[in-house]
């Protein structure tokens, strides 16, 4: 009874044992098989598809735009830097009741300098996603891909457990590379320009038109107002600032937003998506075995 027991022990072992060799020399003739079509057709070819190009091109057209509203903000707030600037200029009474012109207009104009500069970063954020993005589509990655393939297929011939976890998790680290690199800004311009079209283009357009405004009023304003009624000139002026303090503020927020904290937003949740996918065969390689020579 017992050597009946015993041999049908065997038979499964033997069994299991032939199902995984087969199982392994399956996978390695798929990775072999993925290895010849990444050679002969190329990752150019394979990467640049009717999806990916649709893809590409509205990100693209995004980024321009979004670079195209943070110029013209820019220019704004040089254009009302300059109208500040000479509002400064004008020879008036030194003191009008408590406060002078200079007084009313100093801290507006330093706040109006530090948003140009804050547009003008803005600009420069843009660029070097359209600069990434065009490396990322241009770059050939075929011989880092080649690479991880081969070491995961590597690592099915490994003898020991450890080995196979390290080879395959450096294959997952280039796969996730590779993804990053070629898909992570196309993906965050696409999300992004939903995002702006049903959230923030509206609100960043009519904070802009405010400030446009905003300085089309104070250039209304000249030295004979000021100088005819003072009082009424300040009331004004502190007013309008107040209106122009709140509509920066708010553009500053918006263009943060949009081109530096939302990109590294989608940059953070594509990589904790793809390292989830790509990790998880790996996070736990050893089971409740201890780790030793693999059958």
């Not at 991880?148 to 280039?174: D, E, G, V």
């Amino acid at each position: 009874m017992k050597s009946k027991n015993d041999k049908g022990h065997s038979q499964s072992f033997i069994n299991q044992h032939n199902t995984k060799k087969r199982i392994k020399a399956e996978i390695s003739l798929l990775l072999i098989l993925c290895m010849l079509v990444l050679i002969s057709v190329g990752w150019q070819e394979i990467s640049h598809n009717h999806f990916t190009g649709g893809m590409e091109q509205e990100s693209l057209t995004y980024l321009d735009e979004t670079m195209h509203k943070a110029g013209a903000a820019f220019l704004i707030a040089r254009a009302l830097n300059a109208t500040l600037s000479v509002m400064q200029s004008f020879t008036i009474t030194p003191f009008i009741g408590e406060l002078s012109l200079g007084e009313v207009l100093d801290p507006i104009n330093d706040l109006v300098e530090r948003f140009s500069l804050i547009m003008l970063l803005v600009t420069v954020a843009i660029g070097i996603q359209k600069l990434l993005m065009e490396i990322g589509i241009s770059v050939n990655l075929t011989y880092v891909i080649l690479l991880a393939l081969f070491l995961i297929l590597f690592s099915l011939f490994s003898r020991t457990k450890i080995s196979k976890h390290r080879l395959r998790l450096m294959a997952y680290k280039l796969l996730l590379l590779v993804l990053l690199v070629r898909f992570a800004i196309p993906v965050t311009g696409l999300i992004g320009s939903h995002i702006s079209s049903v959230f923030l283009a509206d609100k960043r357009d009519v904070a802009m038109q405010r400030i446009e405004m905003s300085k089309e009023k104070f250039s209304e304003i000249t030295v004979q107002e000021v100088a005819t009624s003072p009082k009424a000139s300040l009331g004004k002026l502190k007013k309008d600032s107040e209106e122009i303090v709140t509509e920066i503020i708010k553009l500053i927020t918006l263009f943060i937003f949009e081109t530096i904290l939302f990109p590294l937003l989608v940059l953070w949740g594509l990589i904790k998506v793809f390292g989830a996918i790509f990790y998880a065969p790996v996070m736990k390689p050893y089971g409740n075995e201890p780790v030793g020579i693999s059958r």
